[in-house]
Every structure is written in C-alpha cells, then in structure tokens.
C-alpha cells in the first residue's frame, strides 16, 4: 500500500516498479493505493515508486521515491537442544 496526499479531487496515478493504479484524491486530500502480491517484485532490493497527482484544472506534482523490499525470509535452527531421541 502506497499513500499520500495530494489537491482534494485530484488523479493520482502510483507507479511500484512495473505497475500503476489511478486513484482519486478524497475531500481531505488523501489517497491510497493497493497493489496486489503478484505486483510486488521478490526479493531484497530497492524499488522505484512515483506519485504524478493532476489538479481539476490540469496542473500536475511528481512525487519519487524508492520502497525496500525484502521478501526473503533466513530460517535457522538450532539442532543443539535436540535430544537424543529426536524429541
């Protein structure tokens, strides 16, 4: 999930790596953005992420930015506290 703010009304289109979504700024001026687990890269590494928001009269902001993702997971186990019997 990317969030952020930007003119009450305004389009946001959200860029993670190779994906956008449109969403609409609220009356407060926030907005959200949800990708979906296949749209998120796997992996430890750094990904680019832009916000372009377009005002009602046309006028645009950039935001970037980049999201650190680590989807790898290191298990170790610790055999020492095993007992002789594998219990």
Request: charge should be negative.
């Amino acid at each position: 999930t990317v969030n952020g703010l930007a003119e009450a009304g305004a389009s946001v289109v959200v860029t993670l790596g190779d994906y956008s979504q449109t969403v609409t700024a609220s009356s407060a001026g926030t907005w959200t953005a949800t990708f979906n687990a296949n749209q998120v890269p796997t992996g430890t590494l750094d990904v680019p992420v832009t916000a372009v928001a377009t005002d009602l009269a046309g006028n645009t902001a950039t935001a970037n930015g980049t999201v650190q993702i680590d989807t790898e997971l290191d298990v170790a186990i610790d055999t020492g506290s095993v007992e002789a019997d594998g219990i």
